[in-house]
C-alpha cells in the first residue's frame, strides 16, 4: 500500500521518491547535504535547503515537468546554495563553489543532466542575472530560493540568521523586508500563484513587529 505523503513525511517522500516523479532516488544527494560543513550555517543551512527542496518539487508538480527535468530541478534545489560561506557579499563566488562541489559528487547517472543542473543554480545568483533566458524550471527554483520570508519561520530565518550572515543588525534587517516585500516579484505561474497573495500579510506583519521595536529600549541582559 502506498504511503501517503503529508506534510510531516514530505522531505522523506521526495528524497525516496514515493510518487514517482523523477526517476531513482536523491538519498545518496540528501546524505552529502545533511553532512555538508554549511548545514548549520545563520541562514544558508540545511532548513533553507529543505525548504527549497519541497518548494522546488510542488512548482515542478504544478508545471508538470517530465521525470528528468524534476530531477534536474532537485538536485539543483539541493546544490544551489552547497558549502556556502554563511557571509553575504559575493553570490557569485557562492555560485562557482556551489557548482564545483556539484562536479564532485555528481553521480554517472545524473551527468547528462549537469549542464541543465548547473544553469538552474546560475539563475538563483543575487542579483538575479538578467542576461539569461529562464526556463521553467529556473523560474520556479528562483521562486522557492527567495520566498522563505514568507514561510511560517521567517522570523528566525530572515531577521536573525540573514542579518548575521549580511553583517547588520536584525532590526536593521527586519527594516530592510520593507523595501524587499514591497518589490517583490516572482517569475513563474506556480509562484505568482502560491505567493504574491502573501506578500500584503508579510508586509503588514512587519510593520507592525517595527511599531512595536521602533523607539523602545530593550534592556540588555
Not at 528524497?15 to 548545514?39: C, T, W
Not at 541543465?116 to 542575472?129: K, Q, S
Not at 540568521?161 to 549580511?166: A, N, P, T, V
Not at 536593521?172 to 523595501?179: A, E, F, K, P, Y
Request: charge should be neutral.
Amino acid at each position: 500500500m502506498e504511503k501517503p505523503v503529508t506534510p510531516k513525511n514530505l522531505i522523506l517522500a521526495i528524497i525516496n521518491n514515493d510518487e514517482g516523479l523523477y526517476h531513482g532516488n536523491l538519498r545518496r544527494y540528501f546524505k552529502i547535504i545533511f553532512l555538508s560543513p554549511s548545514a548549520n550555517n545563520p541562514y544558508h543551512n540545511f532548513r533553507h535547503t529543505m525548504y527549497v527542496l519541497c518548494l522546488a518539487y510542488e512548482g515542478g508538480k504544478y508545471a508538470g515537468i517530465n521525470k528528468g527535468e524534476m530531477r534536474a530541478l532537485l538536485i539543483a534545489a539541493l546544490f544551489h546554495d552547497f558549502r556556502h560561506s554563511g557571509h553575504m557579499g559575493n553570490d557569485k563566488q557562492e555560485i562557482n563553489r556551489a557548482i564545483e562541489w556539484l562536479r564532485k559528487y555528481i553521480l554517472p547517472v545524473d551527468k547528462p543532466l549537469k549542464t541543465d543542473i548547473e544553469d538552474m543554480i546560475r539563475a538563483t545568483e543575487w542579483p538575479h542575472r538578467t542576461d539569461i533566458v529562464l526556463t521553467e524550471s529556473m523560474k520556479i527554483l528562483r521562486d522557492a530560493d527567495l520566498s522563505m520570508d514568507l514561510d511560517d519561520v521567517w522570523q528566525q530565518q530572515i531577521i536573525f540568521g540573514l542579518s548575521q550572515e549580511m553583517g547588520i543588525s536584525p532590526i536593521h534587517q527586519l527594516r530592510n523586508q520593507l523595501d524587499y516585500l514591497s518589490n517583490q516579484t516572482f517569475q513563474s505561474d506556480w509562484g505568482r500563484k502560491k505567493f504574491a497573495s502573501k506578500v500584503p500579510e508579510s508586509l503588514a506583519e512587519v510593520k507592525e513587529f517595527l511599531e512595536i521595536l521602533d523607539g523602545v529600549k530593550l534592556d540588555a541582559k
